[in-house]
């Protein structure tokens, strides 16, 4: 089983920008699903963007053209760079991996994943 670990969360005025990353132990072999997802106390979690083993990205409406997910395999590194954050982007993160996924939408409900790291945006 992957091991995932997030850091970068912090807190940041509406409108600036963070960057968060994620190392993991190993990549999963053969096909795969990796991305980030969000909640917040009492809500359901929410898909925030991800990537495939094709390198195909997808995001949630609510963040595309503002967040970019990209990963660095020679690093074992996969990162979310998030501009022009709102309070609503306000929410734990976390960083996840899914070996032998057939699809990998925004919203795929990921199973394997990691402590999180809190993002907090406000005036």
């Known amino acids: 089983q992957v091991e995932l670990e997030e850091s970068g969360g912090g807190s940041v005025q509406p409108g600036g920008s963070l960057a968060l990353s994620c190392v993991y132990s190993?990549?999963?072999?053969?096909?795969?699903?990796m991305g980030w997802f969000r909640q917040v106390p009492g809500q359901y979690r929410e898909g925030v963007a991800t990537?495939?083993?094709?390198?195909?990205?997808n995001y949630a409406p609510s963040v595309k053209g503002r967040f970019t997910i990209a990963q660095d395999n020679t690093k074992n590194t996969l990162s979310l760079r998030m501009n022009s954050l709102k309070p609503d982007d306000t929410a734990m993160y976390y960083c996840?991996?899914?070996?032998?996924?057939?699809?990998?939408?925004?919203?795929?409900?990921?199973?394997?994943y990691g402590r999180g790291t809190q993002v907090t945006v406000s005036a």
């Open positions: 990537i495939d083993s094709a390198g195909n990205t």
């Open positions: 190993e990549l999963p072999r053969g096909r795969f699903c």
């Open positions: 996840a991996s899914e070996a032998g996924a057939i699809s990998c939408e925004s919203n795929y409900r990921f199973v394997h």
